[in-house]
T-cell receptor, first 116, second 114 residues
């Protein structure tokens, strides 16, 4: 079975631009989460979606937004890019809510964003 | 608040040496605990997990035991290989009524020399 896929793999933008990152979860997984990993640090939680609804949000500004589609894929949007948004953006999928072990999250390869 | 603390890296070992990477956590209740591994230029791969106290997670020769009394989840391997060189992340998850997020430690870089 295919794992979590993300696109694009790399992206270069300039300050003030907007970017959209895409994620397809493992087949059968209904929950998608997004994380930001700055070089040399652990991933930081941005959003979690389940059944197209936002179920959790991390400490990120409103420039960050996301959505989940009926096929459970997801997009992360970042507006008005800053230099500090340069990072690896990771998508993770899990089965969903309430099931034993359902919280186990499986990560995609990430999208590396560079803001100049 | 909830947090995870890992031992500082980098950790440099010779092939076939014994590995321990310390991880302690702060959280109320009974979080699930995870170890993820990140190879250079890649995303995170789940290495092992434990969902309740005294559980032992194991995979590919790596082991970690969920110790509630010491709030720890130390990663061990009896004999490391060069191919184990990577960054290892300890993480906790408190359940979806807590926002559904994984909370990660800062990562520990492991370098194994032939």
């Amino acid at each position: 079975d295919a794992g979590v896929t993300q696109s694009p793999t790399h992206l270069i933008k300039t300050r003030g631009q907007q970017v959209t990152l895409r994620c397809s979860p493992i087949s059968g997984h209904k929950s998608v989460s997004w994380y930001q990993q700055v070089l040399g640090q652990g991933p930081q939680f941005i959003f979690q979606y389940y059944e197209k609804e936002e179920r959790g949000r991390g400490n990120f500004p409103d420039r960050f937004s996301a959505r989940q589609f009926p096929n459970y894929s997801s997009e992360l949007n970042v507006n008005a890019l800053l230099l500090g948004d340069s990072a690896l953006y990771l998508c993770a999928s899990s089965l969903g809510l309430g099931l034993a072990g359902a919280e186990t999250q499986y990560f995609g390869p990430g999208t590396r964003l560079l803001v100049l | 608040g909830n947090s995870v603390t890992q031992m500082e890296g980098p950790v440099t070992l010779s092939e076939e040496a014994f590995l321990t990477i310390n991880c302690t956590y702060t959280a109320t209740g009974y979080p699930s605990l995870f170890w993820y591994v990140q190879y250079p230029g890649e995303g995170l791969q789940l290495l092992l997990k434990a969902t309740k106290a005294d559980d032992k997670g194991s995979n590919k020769g790596f082991e970690a035991t969920y110790r509630k009394e010491t709030t720890s989840f130390h990663l061990e391997k009896g004999s490391v290989q060069v191919s184990d060189s990577a960054v290892y992340f300890c993480a906790l998850h408190k359940g979806y009524n807590q926002g559904g997020k994984l909370i990660f430690g800062q990562g520990t870089e492991l370098s194994v020399k032939p």
